[in-house]
């Protein structure tokens, strides 16, 4: 079952929407009381990193689920504020190794979806060495996904740093995953969520 389509904005109202929306679909969906919450708090970890994705995009969200297995989207495309000379700035910051190193998984995701919202129309990925963990191309068809899951591979691999911040982590912690891909001109974020799978 797909929800009805909201749009998103800066504004409180539209952010408290995608709240209440998860609220209604755990319901809908007959989840438990610890099940609900657990849906709840992936929306908040998603609502808390959007405004600034916001600032120069247009947004909307809905939620799929089939079951109890649960999809929270939200797609973002470019709007008239981020002109050449905004994303240009934009670009630089996020590339200064300095300035911008992502700390915490939500800072990843919001980067991830940044980059290819700043750096759709090339139709893949320009990331600075420093992300390269975070990012995977596909050089076939030339669109850029990042995924929890594979982040989640690496980091046990790499341990230290990336792995205590996973653990730290709500939505890896409760998320089966998070697909953040390029799609034309738009990005889609998919927290993926499957409350009928036995742990």
Known sequence: MKSEV???SKDM?????????????????????????R?????????GMLPE????????????????????HVSLCPNEFLTAEKRKKLISVSSDKKNSAAVGVMAKIKLAAQFMLLDYQQG?????AI???VLKNDEDNLSAVWALSDYQE???KLKGECWDELEKSIISNIADNVLVNLQGDKVEIIVEKDFGQVC
Do not use: C, H
Not at 13 to 37: C, H, I, M, P
Not at 39 to 47: G, K, T
Not at 124 to 128: A, E, F, V, Y
């Open 53 to 72: 994705l916001l600032g120069f995009s247009d947004g909307n969200f809905w939620i799929e689920s089939e079951g109890k297995k649960f999809a929270i």
């Open 13 to 37: 109202d539209s952010l408290q929407a995608l709240l209440t929306e998860t609220k209604s679909a755990a319901e809908r969906g007959k989840l438990d009381k610890k099940e609900s919450v």
């Open 131 to 133: 992300y390269d963990e």
């Open 39 to 47: 849906l709840s708090l992936l929306a908040e970890e998603l609502v």
């Open 154 to 156: 690496k980091a046990k």
């Open 6 to 8: 909201f749009k998103l």
């Open 124 to 128: 893949r990925m320009r990331i600075p």
